[in-house]
């Protein structure tokens, strides 16, 4: 018999064993015709509203990853010709909002890694998350200033190095 599996999305005190593999007749019928191999079990989709809300953080943690880049790339482009600079300034305030966010709901899982082996890990990630916050705050306040418009792009290098950095340690969080 095979030892029990653990789902890698599932929280560290999720400790409920998988269901033992059906005969090998039964191996293509499942639920969703998802064949599976021994020891495990078809997944079973939870409804959308309950998955959207269902480690939040891992969601929004998106915002800022993705639109951080973008926006800088825009300001970068806007250095060469002008107006694409107008199109980073909702994308900025978006992924500082993003951060915010991310990080509210990530403190709200935090509590489920705390006795587990992953809690310094927890605190590194969380670290480096709220100077992502920080500086995407400050970048998106800089818009308000508009003696800042030639070095903004600074504070977006600035933010998605630190962005590459925390999501490199949540992804070993999450995954690792």
Not at 90 to 101: R, S
Not at 105 to 125: C, I, N, S, T, Y
Not at 126 to 147: D, F, K, Q
Request: net charge negative.
């Amino acid at each position: 018999m095979t030892p029990a599996l653990l789902v890698a999305h599932e929280s560290p005190r999720d400790t409920t064993a998988a269901a033992p593999a059906p005969d090998a007749a039964d191996q293509g019928d499942h639920e969703h015709g998802a064949a599976v191999g021994e020891g495990e079990t078809a997944y079973e989709m939870p409804p959308v509203a309950e998955a959207l809300v269902h480690h939040l953080h891992n969601k929004l943690v998106h915002l800022p990853i993705v639109l951080t880049p973008i926006a800088l790339l825009l300001l970068l482009a806007d250095r060469r010709r002008s107006g694409a600079g107008y199109l980073a300034t909702p994308l900025i305030w978006l992924a500082a909002l993003g951060a915010v966010a991310a990080y509210l709901a990530g403190r709200a899982q935090e509590e489920a890694f705390a006795d587990g082996p992953k809690a310094w890990l927890v605190e590194v990630h969380e670290r480096w998350g709220i100077a992502v916050m920080i500086t995407l705050g400050l970048w998106a306040l800089s818009i308000l200033w508009p003696r800042t418009k030639g070095y903004r792009w600074v504070l977006g290098l600035v933010g998605a190095g630190l962005a590459l950095v925390a999501a490199f340690y949540g992804g070993l969080v999450a995954h690792g």
